[in-house]
T-cell receptor, first 111, second 113 residues
């Protein structure tokens, strides 16, 4: 079946360093890939997304890259801050209109 | 400018009880999704509505789960004869049209004792 794999499951970085989270997806027809940040007790919040017609997108300290040939995409957070600590989920839109989510990465930024 | 609203935020049910979880999507969003999120896991798809039509219910784990959206706005997820394995956070999300991001509510945490 369709699936999205996400690595690593946990990540600790020093404040100011960069963090990278990687995902792979199974459906070569997928064309939309959002990233979500989830804080304790809250629902996932969109932080950035990318469509299949571009290879990279940046928004301040956050960037996402997409390699359609290899079917993988990555989230890059630069100059990390303690408030970046949360669980991050990648997702891919597959089979028409259904999103599949990765299993999440718990990011801890150490002050 | 309200986002997706879910109620109740927390629900404790005794095994065998029925529960109803409510979702009020963003006004004008035609698509509504229900997800189940177990502790430490990503959201798992349950069902999807476009307006009042339930287009996909392939993720509902059993016939004890039922969802409706009779007027194409508010949706209710009902779980009959709850079991301990139903304990999870139930997330609702809405979106205007594909492909566009899902907007999630804060979820309902269901605990079955």
């Amino acid at each position: 079946g369709e699936n999205v794999e996400q690595h690593p499951s946990t990540l600790s970085v020093q404040e100011g360093d960069s963090a990278v989270i990687k995902c792979t997806y199974s459906d070569s027809a997928s064309n939309y890939f959002p990233w979500y940040k989830q804080e304790l007790g809250k629902g996932p919040q969109l932080i950035i997304d990318i469509r299949s017609n571009v290879g990279e997108k940046k928004d301040q300290r956050i960037a996402v890259t997409l390699n359609k040939t290899a079917k993988h995409f990555s989230l890059h957070i630069t100059e990390t801050q303690p408030e970046d600590s949360a669980v991050y989920f990648c997702a891919a839109l597959m089979r028409g209109n259904q999103f599949y989510f990765g299993t999440g990465t718990s990011l801890t930024v150490i002050p | 400018g309200a986002g997706v609203s879910q109620s109740p935020r927390y629900k404790v049910a005794k095994r065998g009880q029925d529960v109803a979880l409510r979702c009020d999507p963003i006004s004008g969003h035609v698509s509504l999704f229900w997800y189940q999120q177990a502790l430490g896991q990503g959201p798992e798809f349950l069902t999807y509505f476009q307006n009042e039509a339930q287009l996909d219910k392939s993720g509902l784990p059993s016939d004890r789960f039922f969802a409706e959206r009779p007027e194409g706005s508010v949706s209710t997820l009902k779980i009959q004869r709850t079991q301990q394995e139903d304990s999870a956070v139930y997330l609702c999300a809405s979106t205007s049209s594909a492909p566009s991001p899902l907007h999630f509510g804060n979820g309902t945490r269901l605990t079955v004792t």
